[in-house]
């Protein structure tokens, strides 16, 4: 079965600083994505980035990349520059099929404080 | 535009009560969700389904029935609510096209009392 393992439940960045949040996966679908969704405290799931698992280069959105490293199953978020309103929850996830459909499997998320 | 509604967004009400929530998604995509937010915040899918048809029923309880009248709507029905059904849920949307990312919309945070 698939799942996520995220370990840090919180950080804390300095303003305009560069955090990592880890994410590992584990399955045995050789074909799967992993996304990185932003839940800010007004509670809206916001889609932030996509990495397939062919892909051969690192994902990026504007300040934000994904780190895969396949061989280590980890899918680490690198926010670059952070700022305040990135402070919020990050979940990274995973699809996983079934029955012809798929789902999202998710992390339990890591709390980011960004510090003035 | 809003791409996934639902509605209401806070939803507050006793034990026994049947309840239901609204989703509209109007991005044009065939498959809809059910994802339900606990109070640790752990997401877990409950339903989804592709152009109106069920194809995941993650062992939710019968209490809770899906329905999808269109592939742009999919509602949530709740019977006989219970303490423990107080969470937050969130419908969502994507393309039928495997490892693609789902669209949410802005949850509905049920209160059971």
């Known amino acids: 079965a698939q799942k996520i393992t995220q370990t840090q439940p919180g950080m804390f960045v300095q303003e305009k600083e560069a955090v990592t949040l880890d994410c590992t996966y584990d399955t045995s679908d050789p074909s799967y994505g992993l996304f990185w969704y932003k839940q800010p405290s007004s509670g809206e799931m916001i889609f932030l980035i996509y990495q397939g698992s062919y892909d051969q280069q690192n994902a990026t959105e504007g300040r934000y990349s994904l780190n895969f490293q396949k061989a280590r199953k980890s899918a680490n978020l690198v926010i670059s520059a952070s700022q305040l309103g990135d402070s919020a929850m990050y979940f990274c996830?995973?699809?996983?099929?079934?029955?012809?459909?798929?789902?999202?499997?998710f992390g339990k998320g890591t709390k980011l404080t960004v510090n003035p | 535009d809003t791409a996934v509604s639902q509605t209401p967004k806070y939803l507050v009400t006793q034990m026994g009560n049947d309840k239901s929530i609204k989703c509209e998604q109007n991005l044009g995509h065939d498959t809809m969700y059910w994802y339900k937010q606990d109070s640790k915040k752990f997401l877990k899918i409950m339903f989804s389904y592709n152009n109106k048809e069920l194809i995941i029923n993650e062992t939710v309880p019968n209490r809770f029935s899906p329905k999808s009248p269109d592939k742009a709507h999919l509602n949530l029905h709740i019977n006989s609510l219970e303490l423990g059904d107080s969470a937050v849920y969130f419908c969502?949307?994507?393309?039928?096209?495997?490892?693609?990312?789902?669209?949410f919309g802005q949850g509905t945070r049920l209160t059971v009392v």
């Open positions: 969502a949307s994507s393309r039928r096209v495997l490892n693609t990312e789902a669209f």
């Open positions: 996830a995973m699809s996983a099929p079934q029955g012809g459909s798929e789902k999202l499997v």
